[in-house]
T-cell receptor, first 115, second 111 residues
Framework: AQTVTQSQPEMSVQEAETVTLSCTYD???????LFWYKQPPSRQMILVIRQEAYKQQNATENRFSVNFQKAAKSFSLKISDSQLGDTAMYFCAFSEGGSQGNLIFGKGTKLSVKP | DAGVTQSPTHLIKTRGQQVTLRCSPK?????VSWYQQALGQGPQFIFQ???????QRGNFPDRFSGHQFPNYSSELNVNALLLGDSALYLC??????????FGPGTRLTVT
């Protein structure tokens, strides 16, 4: 069975600094999708970034980038120039059924950005 | 575009009762997925509906059932509620060219 592990329950970072959130996953599939979602206290789950496993190039979205290591089954999220609005729960998720397949989530990392 | 909407926002039920949660997908989306998020946990996949049929199902008992209507909106029904069903229920909509967008969720409390 596929599993997603986030080993950092909580992290904090100073405003304007860089932070990296870790995620590892387990699968026997070769083609799949990986995602990072953000869930602020408002509860709405927001897609931050996604990565297709067949793409070797790491995905980037503005201040957010990933380090995708397929052989190591590792998918970390780097947030540059952290902002107070980045404070939220961050969930790593996996899908083998395309971008609309059922998502398997990790337990999340609570990120606090301090002024 | 209103995005994904869910109703109600909060709900309190008693053990043994039945509950219905509703979801309207984002414009242009035809697929609806439901997730249960217990406190302090990541969401868990319940099931997915496409063309008014259940396409995929996670590891949830038959007490959890759903429906999709011709306008792509969806309902999640839970029968014989247990205390352990207390959670945030998230609906996500998608299409074959767009990934899953989540609604704000319904907070269900079972007493």
């Amino acid at each position: 069975a596929q599993t997603v592990t986030q080993s950092q329950p909580e992290m904090s970072v100073q405003e304007a600094e860089t932070v990296t959130l870790s995620c590892t996953y387990d699968t026997s599939e070769s083609n799949y999708y990986l995602f990072w979602y953000k869930q602020p206290p408002s509860r709405q789950m927001i897609l931050v970034i996604r990565q297709e496993a067949y793409k070797q190039q790491n995905a980037t979205e503005n201040r957010f980038s990933v380090n995708f290591q397929k052989a190591a089954k590792s998918f970390s999220l780097k947030i540059s120039d952290s902002q107070l609005g980045d404070t939220a729960m961050y969930f790593c998720a996996f899908s083998e059924g395309g971008s609309q397949g059922n998502l398997i989530f990790g337990k999340g990392t609570k990120l606090s950005v301090k002024p | 575009d209103a995005g994904v909407t869910q109703s109600p926002t909060h709900l309190i039920k008693t053990r043994g009762q039945q509950v219905t949660l509703r979801c309207s997908p984002k414009s242009g989306h035809d697929t609806v997925s439901w997730y249960q998020q217990a406190l302090g946990q990541g969401p868990q996949f319940i099931f997915q509906y496409y063309e008014e049929e259940e396409r995929q199902r996670g590891n949830f008992p038959d007490r959890f059932s759903g429906h999709q209507f011709p306008n792509y909106s969806s309902e999640l029904n839970v029968n014989a509620l247990l205390l352990g069903d207390s959670a945030l229920y998230l609906c996500a909509s998608s299409s074959d060219i767009d990934e899953q967008y989540f609604g704000p969720g319904t907070r269900l409390t079972v007493t």
